[in-house]
């Protein structure tokens, strides 16, 4: 008999943190793996034959790694007294409140002002009155009632002023007419600290000017490998960058502790991710990082000794998990090193509904995420509710410490004394508020606009084709030549950056625009043509082309390699098609990542990589053209703050600590360090050819072919992430958070088939069409596999012969659903695997970039079925059934 009820978990207990315990039924066998550098191994109980079970060792729990950091504010014992004597009148009901934060869409002023909410947020593309045109006084309006009701004690009894969070990344990026800087992988590139001050001290006014106390930022992601959907929002693969602009930024944000801190003219700031965001295995958002912890430390903590070296009031709990546990149910991260080693005497709060995804929890319950040092749950949807009351049901049930609640509170008020949230005016009264002149000042894009000239890389630059003379007739090509959107990238006014236009960008400059003002001025004619026409009488002398990714934000745009428009590559032949007119190409490449253009590097004789530069396009104009007498008045002076790929797969290509400073911690040696374009580079109007790396002639195999794929479990034992399982009928969909669930179509369960929970067992009604299936928040990148002979495989069981269709099926982005009957295939009483070439499944409107649900069941037949090892088998795989 195999063994079937055998429970992983962690054994007690830090003098042993490489201990798993294993429980069959009342024995719990505990093994010491993985010490001596040996391959871990489980030693279990042996029945009739021998189980090895999750053999990924644990990550070694060392404090010592952590140095010891002290507070950046001393303890002040008037403050310190002061929240003792409130946080004492204060009942249970009113501290839980203060961890609450609900979004402006879930609440109205009058829930405010019955539980008096700590805090609450506006997600991306969340406005007042759901209006994406909402003006600085609306936003002011809803500002002062919520704080109104929330000093409003007639219902809750108590007067505590409530805080607005926003995530203002790049600017103050949800409101209309707002500055928008170059998203954070342009900064990098600048490598500018005294800038990225300046930066947040300008995104502090706009926001304080629409009644806003806090900003989720900066965001100290070290990004590790590339196909990660956040890149633009890393500063750089180097540690150092991150470190020095998270001080910096942090002081723009709040003022400096010994100066102006958290004045009139600033707002709270939060470093973010807490920890490990950037180095998710294959760059999968919210996903596994399983770093060593001194590499944890020495890569991705840098940020926080910065930020918090510069008084950051609060830290945001990653999504991400380290070695497989959730960071927002770390104990051992948020407290005992953040709160321990790091000294942080600020508030941890939580992403949105991030303590949903702790094993065991729920969006609506999660005493794990309090226990573990999350001080403030952010909620949004209709689950605060639930929240606010289960988390006081749990403390009375001694779930969680009474001392835990205090101690989270402690820290809210701490940080509402020191921002003079107290004793500040109203929102609608503060020195800035309603100031509407500053949102977009005339300086403030002026600075932006530094911020453009400064992040530009050039990269490459044949025969020295720039700087142009603004004096010649200049075609400027690309659909990002004119598009303001594309240019300012996700997070711009909505959540992703889509579905805007440049008449939402009032006082904003093209890329374009700029370009036309500079040549126009000088007597010489710019020509905006997208698709690179133009009239044979007028052949231009040079040729701008401005091209990219499309706006996308987290999840959405991960993807599975750094090919640039594979298998649709229309800006190439743009590219082609004018190199072939003998026209010059200038490049610029607007990306929140660095991607393998090889093809487009070869038909460019200059290539600038622009990434996302925000609203003032003006500034590639500057730095592209002389003035009218044939002067340099900008040069280059970026460098790439990440390295260039080689070919599509290398995503993980990062330079050796050893590079940038005196110690490496990396696993990657030099001889492993080998990119296209190396960390640092960027040339400039000075540069002699010994200085350029050549980009022609470079490969264009795109090593797709020869690239062995792995095969990819999505349900194997256990759903893997990212994915979550669902269940649906025709009219509604509902995610799982028990063993057991059913709905008006279907009931299922999990069930053992060879050791506990592998299996699935659903009980289909007949009464209407039933799905069974798997599903992702963000949609996922399968080309890989669908550019190959893979598989959709499964096992499958089924009760009684079917007469009617079994329907196994992906979907993709919008109205996207392709399926295939397996009703012939299954046999009744006994397990049967199949295999589903996924070529059955592209249809005219399959997406394979897009997949939001790699596997699903459906059918409206009365049937009980079961289903386990739901895995995309690689190619050169038998299969059951192919499609040509």
């Known amino acids: 008999m195999l063994l079937k009820t055998i429970k992983y978990a962690r054994a007690a207990g830090d003098n042993f943190p490489n201990t798993r315990a294993f429980l069959k039924g009342s024995v719990l066998t505990v093994a010491v793996v993985g010490l001596m550098g040996c391959q871990p191994k489980a030693v279990i109980e042996k029945v009739d034959a021998e189980a090895v079970i999750d053999?990924?060792?644990?990550?070694?729990?060392?404090?010592?790694?952590?140095?010891?950091?002290?507070?950046?504010?001393a303890v002040d014992p008037a403050l310190e007294d002061k929240i003792a004597k409130l946080l004492m009148t204060m009942t249970l009901e009113q501290k839980v409140a203060q961890m609450i934060q609900p979004e402006i869409r879930d609440i109205t002023v009058e829930d405010m002002r019955?539980?008096?909410?700590?805090?609450?947020?506006?997600?991306?593309?969340?406005?007042?009155?759901?209006?994406?045109?909402?003006?600085?006084?609306?936003?002011?309006?809803?500002?002062?009632?919520?704080?109104?009701?929330?000093?409003?004690?007639?219902?809750?009894?108590?007067?505590?002023?409530?805080?607005?969070?926003?995530?203002?990344?790049?600017?103050?990026?949800?409101?209309?007419?707002?500055?928008?800087?170059?998203?954070?992988?342009?900064?990098?590139?600048?490598?500018?600290?005294?800038?990225?001050?300046?930066?947040?001290?300008?995104?502090?006014?706009?926001?304080?000017?629409?009644?806003?106390?806090?900003v989720f930022a900066p965001t100290v992601a070290v990004v590790r490998d590339d196909?990660?959907?956040?890149?633009?929002?890393?500063?750089?693969?180097?540690?150092?960058?991150?470190?020095?602009?998270?001080?910096?930024?942090?002081?723009?944000?709040?003022?400096?502790?010994?100066?102006?801190?958290?004045?009139?003219?600033?707002?709270?700031?939060?470093?973010?991710?807490?920890?490990?965001?950037?180095?998710?295995?294959?760059?999968?958002?919210?996903?596994d990082n399983i770093a060593s912890?001194?590499?944890?430390?020495?890569?991705?903590?840098?940020?926080?000794?910065?930020?918090?070296?510069?008084?950051?009031?609060?830290?945001?709990?990653?999504?991400?998990?380290?070695?497989?546990?959730k960071i927002h149910g770390n104990q051992y991260l948020l407290t005992d090193v953040l709160k321990g080693r790091f000294g942080?005497?600020?508030?941890?709060?939580?992403?949105?509904?991030?303590?949903?995804?702790?094993p065991g929890c729920t969006n609506e319950s999660c005493a794990q995420a309090a226990n573990a040092g999350l001080d403030i749950f952010m909620v949004p949807t209709a689950a605060w509710k639930p929240l606010y009351q289960n988390t006081i049901e749990q403390v009375n049930r001694g779930e969680i410490a009474q001392s835990r609640i205090d101690d989270a509170v402690t820290r809210i008020l701490r940080v509402k004394f020191r921002a003079g949230l107290f004793d500040k005016p109203s929102p609608a009264n503060r020195p800035l508020s309603g100031k509407t002149e500053l949102i977009g000042q005339a300086s403030h894009r002026d600075v932006a606009r530094q911020a453009v000239r400064e992040s530009l890389v050039l990269l490459k630059n044949n025969q020295n084709v720039l700087p142009l003379s603004p004096k010649l007739t200049v075609l400027v090509a690309g659909d990002a030549a004119d598009n303001i959107g594309k240019q300012s990238g996700g997070w711009t006014i909505t959540w992703q950056g889509t579905d805007n236009q440049n008449s939402d960008f009032p006082g904003a400059t093209s890329i374009f625009t700029g370009i036309e003002h500079?040549?126009?001025?000088?007597?010489?004619?710019?020509?905006?043509?997208?698709?690179?026409?133009?009239?044979?009488?007028?052949?231009?002398?040079?040729?701008?082309?401005?091209?990219?990714?499309?706006?996308?934000?987290?999840?959405?745009?991960?993807?599975?390699?750094?090919?640039?428009?594979?298998?649709?590559?229309?800006?190439?032949?743009?590219?082609?098609?004018?190199?072939?007119?003998?026209?010059?190409?200038?490049?610029?490449?607007?990306?929140?990542?660095?991607m393998w253009v090889n093809a487009e590097l070869n038909q460019s004789d200059a290539f600038v990589a622009a990434w996302l530069p925000g609203s003032e396009g003006n500034g590639v104009a500057d730095v592209l053209f002389t003035d009218v007498d044939g002067q340099v008045k900008h040069d280059f002076v970026g460098k790439l703050s990440f390295s260039w790929p080689a070919n599509p797969q290398q995503t993980r290509v990062n330079v050796p600590l050893d590079k940038v400073t005196n110690k490496s911690t990396?696993?990657?040696?030099?001889?492993?360090?080998?990119?296209?374009?190396?960390?640092?580079?960027?040339?400039?109007?000075?540069?002699?050819?010994?200085?350029?790396?050549?980009?022609?002639?470079?490969?264009?195999?795109?090593?797709?072919a020869t690239q062995a794929l792995e095969d990819l479990a999505l349900f194997e034992r256990a759903v893997k992430s990212p994915w979550s399982m669902f269940i649906a009928t025709t009219t509604q969909r509902d995610g799982l958070s028990s063993s057991v669930a059913s709905n008006g179509a279907l009931n299922i369960r999990?069930?053992?088939?060879?050791?506990?929970?592998?299996?699935?067992?659903?009980?289909?009604?007949?009464?209407?069409?039933?799905?069974?299936?798997?599903?992702?928040?963000?949609?996922?990148?399968?080309?890989?596999?669908?550019?190959?002979?893979?598989?959709?495989?499964?096992?499958?069981?089924?009760?009684?012969?079917?007469?009617?269709?079994?329907?196994?099926?992906?979907?993709?982005?919008?109205?996207?659903?392709?399926?295939?009957?397996?009703?012939?295939?299954?046999?009744?009483?006994?397990?049967?695997?199949?295999?589903?070439?996924?070529?059955?499944?592209?249809?005219?409107?399959?997406?394979?970039?897009k997949i939001v649900s790699p596997f699903f069941l459906a059918t409206a037949a009365k049937v009980e079925l079961s289903f386990s090892d739901v895995i995309i088998q690689a190619s050169h795989q038998p299969m059951t059934i192919q499609c040509h």
Not at 122 to 135: C, E, F, I, V, W
Not at 344 to 358: E, L, R, Y
Not at 540 to 554: K, Q, R, S
């Open 55 to 73: 053999t990924k060792p644990l990550p070694l729990k060392d404090i010592g790694l952590w140095p010891q950091q002290a507070p950046a504010i």
């Open 227 to 287: 196909r990660w959907g956040r890149t633009y929002e890393g500063y750089s693969e180097d540690p150092r960058i991150v470190r020095d602009y998270a001080f910096a930024i942090v002081e723009g944000l709040q003022g400096a502790v010994n100066n102006d801190f958290l004045s009139d003219q600033h707002v709270l700031s939060t470093v973010k991710h807490f920890i490990g965001d950037g180095g998710t295995e294959k760059g999968i958002d919210q996903g």
């Open 518 to 594: 500079v040549v126009k001025q000088a007597g010489g004619q710019a020509i905006l043509a997208a698709n690179g026409e133009f009239e044979s009488a007028k052949k231009p002398d040079v040729a701008i082309v401005v091209f990219g990714e499309e706006p996308y934000a987290e999840g959405n745009g991960d993807i599975d390699n750094l090919e640039y428009q594979r298998g649709d590559k229309r800006d190439l032949a743009l590219l082609k098609k004018l190199k072939a007119q003998g026209i010059p190409v200038v490049s610029v490449f607007i990306s929140g990542r660095p």
């Open 293 to 325: 912890e001194q590499d944890l430390y020495a890569i991705h903590a840098q940020g926080y000794v910065g930020g918090l070296s510069a008084g950051a009031q609060s830290v945001m709990a990653s999504f991400n998990s380290w070695h497989g546990d």
């Open 750 to 849: 999990t069930m053992d088939r060879v050791v506990q929970e592998d299996a699935r067992l659903v009980k289909f009604n007949g009464t209407e069409l039933g799905t069974v299936g798997l599903l992702s928040n963000f949609p996922r990148d399968f080309r890989a596999y669908s550019n190959t002979d893979s598989a959709l495989s499964l096992s499958i069981k089924v009760d009684s012969a079917l007469t009617q269709p079994l329907w196994l099926g992906m979907a993709c982005e919008g109205d996207c659903r392709p399926q295939y009957d397996i009703s012939k295939q299954v046999s009744a009483g006994e397990w049967k695997n199949i295999s589903v070439a996924l070529n059955c499944f592209a249809t005219e409107s399959m997406d394979f970039a």
């Open 666 to 704: 990396l696993a990657e040696s030099n001889a492993d360090y080998q990119p296209l374009i190396p960390y640092g580079y960027g040339l400039h109007y000075q540069s002699v050819s010994t200085d350029m790396i050549s980009l022609d002639n470079l490969s264009e195999d795109n090593l797709s």
């Open 344 to 358: 942080f005497d600020g508030f941890v709060v939580g992403d949105w509904n991030g303590h949903g995804q702790i």
């Open 114 to 214: 019955k539980y008096g909410f700590g805090s609450y947020l506006n997600g991306g593309g969340a406005y007042p009155n759901n209006d994406k045109h909402a003006t600085p006084a609306d936003w002011i309006k809803l500002a002062e009632d919520f704080y109104q009701a929330s000093i409003d004690d007639s219902v809750d009894g108590i007067a505590i002023p409530t805080m607005w969070g926003t995530d203002a990344v790049h600017g103050h990026n949800n409101v209309i007419g707002a500055t928008l800087f170059p998203h954070n992988i342009g900064l990098g590139a600048a490598d500018n600290p005294a800038l990225i001050e300046k930066i947040a001290a300008i995104t502090a006014k706009e926001v304080m000017v629409t009644g806003i106390d806090w």
